[in-house]
């Protein structure tokens, strides 16, 4: 899989909203943007994916640049829930047959303020 | 919404004891897969399963660490004989498809402490 940069923290004030930016510059045409999070003492949870488009889901959205080197997950309005580490995953598809699997890095640390 | 259920919690266990870490995945998913977190760092892959054999291991799943599906419902792991940096979250996940057009479903872990 790609790698991806993300910043090692950000903060927020609650009901904000928060953009988390994810930079990946080498990914390849086929490669889907996954979007994770994981809350304190709990499992990675998905939030949202995309390829090219922009999407949007119950929890957030996702926009893509055009050249799809870089993505942005856009959470609305920050709860205190919503405090976690955020993942931004590439991944290419799995083609033959084969499994690929889910790599984590280090994410970014997002603190939500009353 | 459908969940990943893990048991135990918590489970502590001697150096050289055997452990095993139970899941059970989301009913329809056919694909499953055991990750590990050491605390305060990056959350890892171990192994990927389907169809009642591994499809993907990681370098840390050594001959130490095996999976089995026993039944139509269990997923474990279990680690013959665990050291004492064996001490990690587990956490199980499952999905429908592999393919990068579907998300993963983890569990809420196992913490497993060696002493």
């Known amino acids: 899989d790609a790698k991806t940069t993300q910043p090692n923290s950000m903060e927020s004030n609650e009901e904000e909203p928060v953009h988390l930016p994810c930079n990946h510059s080498?990914?390849?045409?086929?490669?889907?943007i996954h979007w994770y999070r994981q809350l304190p003492s709990q499992g990675p949870e998905y939030v949202i994916h995309g390829l090219t488009s922009n999407v949007n889901n119950r929890m957030a959205s996702l926009a893509i640049a055009e050249d799809r080197k870089s993505s942005t997950l856009i959470l609305h309005r920050a709860t205190l829930r919503d405090a976690a580490v955020y993942y931004c995953i590439l991944r290419a598809p799995n083609y033959g047959g084969s499994q690929g699997n889910l790599i984590f890095g280090k994410g970014t640390k997002l603190s939500v303020k009353p | 919404e459908p969940e990943v259920t893990q048991t135990p919690s918590h489970q502590v266990t001697q150096m050289g004891q055997e452990v095993i870490l139970r899941c059970v995945p989301i009913?329809?998913?056919?694909?499953f897969y055991w990750y590990r977190q050491i605390l305060g760092q990056k959350v890892e892959f171990l192994v990927s399963f389907y169809n009642n054999e591994i499809s993907e291991k990681s370098e840390i799943f050594d001959d130490q660490f095996s999976v089995e599906r026993p039944d139509g419902s269990n997923f474990t792991l279990k680690i013959r004989s665990t050291k004492l940096e064996d001490s990690a979250m587990y956490f199980c996940?499952?999905?429908?498809?592999?393919?990068?057009?579907?998300?993963?479903?983890f569990g809420s872990g196992t913490r497993l402490t060696v002493v």
């Open positions: 080498t990914i390849s045409g086929t490669d889907y």
């Open positions: 009913s329809n998913h056919l694909y």
């Open positions: 996940a499952s999905s429908d498809l592999p393919t990068a057009s579907y998300g993963y479903t």
